[in-house]
């Protein structure tokens, strides 16, 4: 089997399991976050990361009634018409079954059962801090070497996640430019992130997600104050932001004991390559704390 073929079958054993924890903490995120980590050395992936992927896929139980939903909506029928805005209003009244049915009935009109999908990655976004992480990870989860076939299980698990607290009402649309530079010393790094790369992400819905997303941005503080033009950045990570390598590789490796770092360094390895360069010093700083 393939490298892709292995991963996808790692997220997709992950996304049908029977995960009742916070959000934030979805193994998805830690999935994901090693896929991305991976990519910097395709030829020879890394054993002991490839070992993490088994272990944390597999780490719950499996759900079994996603396909028994969707048999059911089909046998009950789906209707002449199915209307996005039944499942917005489903979920904007706290009607979490009827979103499911909503959900289940586009995916069954849909050419490639996306557009429920990308609709409740939006409505997910309205609780940005809660969800922003889990919906940026999952949606990328669901792009690697998508799979038509698959996509309900992945909308499912979305709706797992967001009918464990019931969400806000729609923002408005802030205008606001997203300067990574002016928000990289933001201590939720994580989801800093999340939020760039959503808010850069090709979807159907972009508008929608820009819109979440610029609400959380403007409830941000901004603070330059903390860059340090005293060049500290170690000699690995200049080399890796030069010609690229296994420096980010190495370190999940001597993190494997402790996923939830290993997000935060493949969070870090996004800045390294987006940010500009005058942040090397503080991204470097940040990694060798992680290795303490």
């Not at 993490?52 to 780490?59: D, G, T, Y």
């Not at 028994?68 to 805005?85: N, P, R």
Request: glycine share 4%; aromatic share 8%.
């Amino acid at each position: 089997m393939s490298l892709t073929n292995t991963i996808k079958e790692h997220f997709d054993r992950c996304v049908i399991s029977k995960y009742d924890g916070l959000s934030v903490d979805h193994p998805i995120i830690s999935l994901n976050s090693i896929k991305n980590i991976m990519g910097d050395d395709k030829d020879k992936p890394s054993k002991i990361l490839m070992n993490l992927l088994a272990k944390i896929s597999n780490e719950y139980p499996k759900r079994n009634d996603d396909q028994k939903l969707l048999d059911q909506i089909a046998k009950e029928g789906i209707g002449l018409t199915v209307f996005i805005s039944d499942l917005i209003e489903s979920c904007e009244t706290h009607d979490y079954k009827k979103m499911e049915q909503e959900s289940a009935r586009l995916h069954l009109v849909s050419d490639n059962g996306l557009s429920g999908f990308e609709i409740l990655i939006e409505l997910a976004l309205k609780d940005f801090n809660r969800l922003g992480i889990f919906a940026y990870h999952l949606h990328r989860a669901m792009n690697f070497n998508k799979e038509i076939v698959g996509v309900w299980h992945y909308t499912r698990c979305l709706i797992n996640e967001i009918v464990k607290n019931e969400l806000p009402n729609a923002h408005e649309n802030i205008e606001i430019k997203f300067d990574l530079d002016k928000n990289i010393y933001n201590n939720q790094i994580i989801t800093l992130t999340s939020a760039h790369r959503l808010w850069n992400i090709n979807s159907i819905r972009k508008s929608g997600f820009i819109r979440e997303i610029s609400y959380w941005l403007s409830k941000q503080e901004s603070d330059s104050k903390k860059i340090n033009n005293e060049n500290k950045t170690t000699s690995d990570l200049s080399k890796y932001v030069k010609s690229g390598g296994r420096y980010f590789i190495d370190i999940a490796e001597e993190l494997i004991d402790n996923p939830k770092k290993i997000i935060e360094l493949e969070s870090l390895r996004y800045l390294s390559n987006n940010a500009n360069p005058i942040h090397l010093s503080y991204i470097s700083d940040r990694i060798m704390k992680l290795l303490q």
